[in-house]
Nanobody, 124 residues
Framework: QVRLVESGGGLVQAGGSLRLSCAAS????????MGWFRQAPGKEREFVAC????????YYKDSVKGRFTISRDNAKNTVYLQMNSLKPEDTAVYYC?????????????????WGQGTQVTVSS
């Protein structure tokens, strides 16, 4: 049984930082590209960042470039999202997801497995 479990969310003031973690089990972690998505109330789920299977390449939503960093530790079966300079518009539920495709994807439909999400709230 595949499980993705996010942690690290919370309430932070604008300009602050949070580090999200996603621990994976039940799959060969290094065989999956990993992504972070988010969904704000009343909005569709959107891509935030993704990282290739080996960690050699990363991709970001334009609005988080320079503020967010995705990384992974294949020995720990964990992917991270370091979020700095947070803004109120970053408020959302953040989800990690695993994608077995040969080519890395930013489209959520391509991801095979999803976590339950962790709430991030940024106050102004």
């Amino acid at each position: 049984q595949v499980r993705l479990v996010e942690s690290g969310g919370g309430l932070v003031q604008a300009g602050g930082s949070l580090r999200l973690s996603c621990a994976a089990s039940g799959l060969t972690f290094s065989s999956y590209h990993m992504g972070w998505f988010r969904q704000a109330p009343g909005k569709e789920r959107e891509f935030v960042a993704c990282i290739t299977k080996t960690g050699s390449n990363t991709y970001y939503k334009d609005s988080v470039k320079g503020r967010f960093t995705i990384s992974r530790d294949n020995a720990k079966n964990t992917v991270y999202l370091q979020m700095n300079s947070l803004k109120p518009e970053d408020t959302a539920v953040y989800y990690c997801a695993a994608d077995s495709s040969s080519l890395i994807e930013t489209r959520s439909i391509k991801y095979d497995y999803w976590g339950q999400g962790t709430q991030v709230t940024v106050s102004s």
